[in-house]
C-alpha cells in the first residue's frame, strides 16, 4: 500500500526566512496531494494541495512542488510569521484500484517561528 | 455555513467498553471519512462512507464500525475499548469523488 514519509520532525526558523518540508510516497499511481495545518486543539486545516498533472501551485506565501518521477513534493513558506507556528502534515491519496478517496498521512514536521 | 462539527469533544471510557462517536459533515458534503490520529503521529484511516454504505477501509480491526444517516451525518462505533484505542478521532467531509477533504475538530478518547 501507499506509504508516506515527511522531513523533518522539527523545523525552528527566524520570522522572514523560508521554511521547507519535504515528502515522499511510494504508489506511483498517487495523483493527488494535499497538505494540512493543525494548531494545538485543532483538527487539520486545508491549506494547499496539488494534482499529478501539475509541477508547481501557489497561494500567497506558500507554494508546493512535485516531482512525480522522484516520487516527492515539498512545501515552500515564505516570510514566515509567528502564526505559521504548527505542525504540517503531508499527504496522498490512496490508489490501488480503490473506489474512495482515503489518504495516507506523513508524521508530520512541527514548524516554530520566531520573532 | 457551517463547518464539520463532531461530538462529543472530550470522552473517558474504561477498558472492555464500547463508545460512539458523531460527526456532520460540511453543508453539501456527502461523503464522510474517519481517521484515527495517536498522539505526535499522522492521521491514519479507518474508513469512508458514501451513500450510506462503507465505501472504502483501513487496516482496522472490525471492533471499527460505522453508519452513515440518509442525511449525512456519520458514527463512528469503537466495541471492546483496548488502551492503544486512546487518541484523537477525526472525521473529514468532501463531496462525492472530489478529493478536497475538511476536517473537524475532532474527539479526544481516552481510555483508562
Known amino acids: 500500500g501507499e506509504n508516506v514519509e515527511q522531513h523533518p520532525s522539527t523545523l525552528s526558523v527566524q520570522e522572514g526566512d523560508s521554511a521547507v518540508i519535504k515528502c515522499t510516497y511510494s504508489?506511483?499511481?498517487?495523483?493527488?496531494f494535499p497538505w494540512y495545518k493543525q494548531e494545538l486543539g485543532k483538527g487539520p486545516q486545508l491549506i494547499i494541495d496539488?494534482?499529478?498533472?501539475?509541477g508547481e501551485k501557489k497561494d500567497q506565501r506558500i507554494a508546493v512542488t512535485l516531482n512525480k518521477t522522484a516520487k516527492h513534493f515539498s512545501l515552500h513558506i515564505t516570510e514566515t510569521q509567528p502564526e505559521d507556528s504548527a505542525v504540517y502534515f503531508c499527504?496522498?491519496?490512496?490508489?490501488?484500484?480503490?473506489?474512495?478517496?482515503?489518504?495516507?498521512f506523513g508524521k508530520g514536521t512541527t514548524l516554530s517561528v520566531s520573532s | 455555513d457551517a463547518g464539520v462539527t463532531q461530538s462529543p469533544t472530550h470522552l473517558i471510557k474504561t477498558r472492555g467498553q464500547q463508545v460512539t462517536l458523531r460527526c456532520s459533515p460540511k453543508?453539501?458534503?456527502?461523503?464522510v471519512s474517519w481517521y484515527q490520529q495517536a498522539l505526535g503521529q499522522g492521521p491514519q484511516f479507518i474508513f469512508q462512507y458514501y451513500e450510506e454504505e462503507e465505501r472504502q477501509r483501513g487496516n482496522f480491526p472490525d471492533r471499527f464500525s460505522g453508519h452513515q444517516y440518509p442525511n449525512y451525518s456519520s458514527e463512528l462505533n469503537v466495541n471492546a475499548l483496548l488502551l492503544g484505542d486512546s487518541a484523537l478521532y477525526l472525521c473529514?467531509?468532501?463531496?462525492?469523488?472530489?478529493?478536497?477533504?475538511?476536517f473537524g475538530p475532532g474527539t479526544r478518547l481516552t481510555v483508562l
Open positions: 504508489d506511483s499511481a498517487s495523483n493527488y
Open positions: 453543508s453539501g458534503h456527502d461523503t
Open positions: 499527504a496522498a491519496k490512496m490508489e490501488m484500484g480503490q473506489a474512495g478517496t482515503a489518504l495516507i
Open positions: 496539488i494534482r499529478s498533472n501539475v
Open positions: 473529514a467531509s468532501s463531496l462525492g469523488r472530489r478529493n478536497e477533504q475538511f
